[in-house]
Nanobody
Framework: QVQLRESGGGLVQAGGSLRLSCAAS????????MAWFRQAPGKEREFVAT????????NYADSVKGRFAISRDNAKNSAYLQMDSLKPEDTGVYYC????????????????WGQGTQVTVSS
């Protein structure tokens, strides 16, 4: 089992950057694929990015490709989401999630979730 805690959210102007962090408990972090999802008010939670257990393979939603970068540091039990060129439509609560095994993009595939961190992008 793994517990996740996000940090790094905040208010930023359009075009700005934020770096989200996800700290995981436990000593088996490297056995989990990690992902970021987000949920805007009144909308369903949507996939943002995922990274494989060793950090070699990544996948992104089309809406964030070229602007966001997911990474992880297994020695620090942490995953990250670097967000550049932010847009107002990126506003929402960002969640990190973990699943044992291979990466997936469906939120129903993930077993462990953090509480979320709010990102607000002003125009």
């Amino acid at each position: 089992q793994v517990q996740l805690r996000e940090s790094g959210g905040g208010l930023v102007q359009a075009g700005g950057s934020l770096r989200l962090s996800c700290a995981a408990s436990g000593r088996t972090f490297s056995t989990y694929s990690m992902a970021w999802f987000r949920q805007a008010p009144g909308k369903e939670r949507e996939f943002v990015a995922t990274i494989s257990r060793a950090g070699i393979a990544t996948n992104y939603a089309d809406s964030v490709k070229g602007r966001f970068a997911i990474s992880r540091d297994n020695a620090k039990n942490s995953a990250y989401l670097q967000m550049d060129s932010l847009k107002p439509e990126d506003t929402g609560v960002y969640y990190c999630a973990a699943r044992a095994g291979l990466t997936r993009i469906g939120r129903e595939e993930y077993d462990y979730w953090g509480q979320g961190t709010q990102v607000t992008v002003s125009s």
